[in-house]
């Protein structure tokens, strides 16, 4: 009964590839994000979806495009892939602004 | 410097002490959060806060919203507690965005 889960779990690809990270919540939450989190374990935000709606946008290279078919689902899409995008990506999710979040495991992206 | 910053980057304690973990931010913030990663990866909330203190088992987690400061504590301390801790806060501003801290990373020894 896994709340946020995201597939894959792992994903090595070389350099130019494009990949997806799916990552489904099954609390009900309103929110979900995207997060990376680099070799000295230190979380950023990347995108965050509110029912459907792209509400944070950092300041990531366009090559990363989030996808939210339903407020259920949030997709990350990653084109051309470098080697600096190896890193964890987490999703989570939570009800609204402030709220509690809740992570998934996690997808380790290795790019060669 | 980090919005938030954490204290000690590192901490190796031996099996039953007492641990403090610090969190010291500089922004407004509707919520505190502390979140527990095992070295398998995951990520588990541990205690949001907003004011006050709350108790989980052997964890308890302080906030003082005018020093804008949290500690986090693990009493009677045990190898299955070794995780990174982060501090993550939940800005004013109404944005939905974290800001988290570099994390702590604990070691319990036998």
């Known amino acids: 009964d896994t709340a946020v889960s995201q597939t894959p779990k792992y994903l090595v690809t070389q350099m130019g590839n494009d990949k997806s990270i799916k990552c489904e919540q099954n609390?009900?939450?309103?929110?979900m994000y995207w997060y990376k989190q680099d070799s000295k374990k230190f979380l950023k935000i990347m995108f965050s979806?509110?029912?459907?709606?792209?509400?944070i946008n950092e300041t990531v290279p366009n090559r990363f495009s989030p996808k939210s078919p339903d407020k259920a689902h949030l997709n990350l899409h990653i084109n051309s892939l470098e080697l600096g995008d190896s890193a964890v990506y987490f999703c989570?999710?939570?009800?609204?602004?402030?709220?509690?979040?809740?992570f998934g495991p996690g997808t380790r992206l290795t790019v060669t | 410097k980090n919005e938030v910053e954490q204290s000690p980057q590192n901490l190796t304690a031996q099996e039953g002490e007492f641990i403090t973990i610090n969190c010291s931010y500089s922004v407004g913030i509707s919520a505190l959060h502390w979140l527990q990663q095992h070295p398998g990866g995951g990520i588990v909330s541990l205690f949001m806060?907003?004011?006050g203190k709350k108790k989980h088992g052997r964890l308890i987690a302080t906030i003082n919203i005018q020093e804008k400061h949290s500690s986090l504590h693990i009493t009677a301390s045990h190898p299955r507690d070794s995780a990174v801790y982060i501090c993550a806060v939940a800005p004013f501003s109404g944005t939905y965005k974290y800001i988290f801290g570099t994390g702590t990373r604990l070691k319990v020894l036998a």
């Open positions: 989570a999710s939570s009800q609204g602004r402030g709220d509690e979040q809740y």
């Open positions: 806060l907003s004011s």
């Open positions: 609390l009900g939450h309103d929110t």
């Open positions: 979806y509110n029912n459907k709606e792209l509400i």
